[in-house]
T-cell receptor, first 114, second 119 residues
């Protein structure tokens, strides 16, 4: 158990809908990262937050947005869903200031868009 | 931009034998980290081993060791005494390291290598 929690584990929805994925980082970790794992794109970095502020952005679609709240949990919002958004979405956390660079991954949310 | 390449989509090994997974990367950075992550059928991402680019000594973690060749931009993973529980997808990953000791945090992953350990 990495200490990172993600809910829900599975999500099945229809095209055009909007969903919210939730992540709670390890106790004490200030950085949260979101990754998408799909068959055609592999594992891709989406976005990073540190202590409530956006720090880095990857190949995140405009239909996707994220935020990190004062209690450090993070949410990834996916809207106008398309079939191609079906993927495993991981959240990871780390302590930015340690210099070690290790990220701890949650169990992932499996999103299926029908 | 950094790229990470794993040229072996699939590998197999007999239990108790040794196997080496390959990884090459491309970067203009001088200060960075390299990682190997394991993803078993449960889909959980598990850190196997980490290497800091400024350290010449190869990292080892029990049965897992790396061969880090900075000039060649190569970072292979050797698994000794393979066990059935080592069956998983293995990802090589790169992370830039900011001057001063803190990291950027973004991981760039390779395509992965599926390793199957046979009894």
């Amino acid at each position: 158990d990495s200490g990172v929690t993600q809910t829900p584990k599975h999500l099945i929805t229809a095209t055009g809908q909007r969903v919210t994925l939730r992540c709670s980082p390890r106790s004490g970790d200030l950085s949260v990262y979101w990754y998408q794992q799909s068959l055609d794109q592999g594992l891709q970095f989406l976005i990073q937050y540190y202590n409530g502020e956006e720090r880095a952005k990857g190949n995140i679609l405009e239909r996707f947005s994220a935020q990190q709240f004062p209690d450090l949990h993070s949410e990834l919002n996916l809207s106008s869903l398309e079939l191609g958004d079906s993927a495993l979405y991981f959240c990871a956390s780390s302590d930015w200031g340690t210099g070690v660079g290790e990220q701890f991954f949650g169990p992932g949310t499996r999103l299926t868009v029908l | 931009a950094q790229t990470v390449t794993q040229s072996q989509p699939e590998m197999s090994v007999q239990e108790a034998e040794t196997v080496t997974l390959s990884c090459t990367y491309d970067t203009s950075e001088n200060n960075y980290y390299l990682f190997w992550y394991k993803q078993p059928p449960s889909r959980q991402m598990i850190l196997v081993i980490r290497q800091e680019a400024y350290k010449q000594q190869n990292a080892t973690e029990n049965r897992f060791s790396v061969n880090f060749q900075k000039a060649a931009k190569s970072f292979s993973l050797k698994i000794s005494d393979s066990q059935l529980g080592d069956t998983a997808m293995y990802f090589c990953a790169f992370m830039k390291r900011r001057a001063g000791g803190t990291s950027y945090g973004k991981l760039t992953f390779g395509q992965g290598t599926i390793l199957t350990v046979h009894p």
